[in-house]
């Protein structure tokens, strides 16, 4: 399906849909400072071919959507958050099964904290806990930590904005695999050449909080799914256990050796996660999804206060 320009409440949102829009919806919430093309369309299109509607959408100052000028965002977040019930709002859809990624899904924790009758379960991928409260979690690796503390300017570089983010990748990536720096570098170009103004996504970095929902995880009601990788450099694996632990009912599927995000590599296990997860009779009916409890997932899977379900593996 083409791209569909949505309105509401004077804000322009940049939106794609993907398959039959009487299949159960799934609204796709991509990290902030990100478009939605970070959800890519073959990924996209495996959600649909498996029976969901699939929403994917351009937050404020990225890609498509509206964007203001660098550093004078004129909004906060928690209209980043009201910007995913517009976008369902635009879509006649009373409630929709949310995928959230790195900041995505904290926007997708927070939504289900301040508007639950809009969420039909939760998928919390690569995320952290986001409410404040008496956690100790680790901290991002040193190799993370040395690349955003490191100016851009410092670093040789024959096209400075398309380099800078394909290293960032390359370190979100965690190291333990193969890096596609081909298909990065594609990605990455797209998405600048697709927005009007990709310096305008660093907005993002300082936007004030706007009066987000400070109830605790436990007030989540909804099925949550938690999905980390056990290489994520900016939020280790505890960040996931942890969830899986504060959200009542919450399954947690450990990725072995997989980073920050949604790599190629894992499509076909969190495909497979994410349809389970929003099947009909489950999820969709508001209650808790009740699977099954496992023993090891692989490489530092290994249970959190939440249940761990079993990695299927990764396609060859």
Sequence with gaps: MAERMVERDGVELCTEPFGDPAAPPV???????????????GFCRMLADGGRFVIRYDHRDTGRS?????????????DLVRDAVRVLDAYEIPAAHVVGVSAGGALA??????????????VLISTSPAVPGDLELPPPTAEFVRFVSTPPGDRPEAD???????AYAR??????RPFDETAARSLIGRDI????DFAAARNHDSLPD???PRAPLSSITVPTLVIHGTADPMFPLRHGEVLAERIPGAELLALPDAGHGVERADWATIVAAVLGHTATGTAAAGTSSGGTSSGDTGPGGGRSGGRSVEHPGRPS
């Design 27 to 41: 609204l796709l919430v991509m990290g902030t400072g990100a478009s939605m093309l970070w959800w890519e369309d």
């Design 66 to 78: 509206v964007t203001h000028p660098p550093g004078r965002p004129g909004y906060t977040a928690a």
């Design 109 to 122: 924790q927070l939504l289900a904290l301040g508007q639950a009758g809009r969420v039909r379960s939760l």
């Design 160 to 166: 400075p904005v398309i380099d800078h983010q394909v």
């Design 171 to 176: 370190v979100l990536a965690g190291g333990r």
């Design 193 to 196: 050449a697709r927005a009007h």
């Design 210 to 212: 706007g009066g987000l």
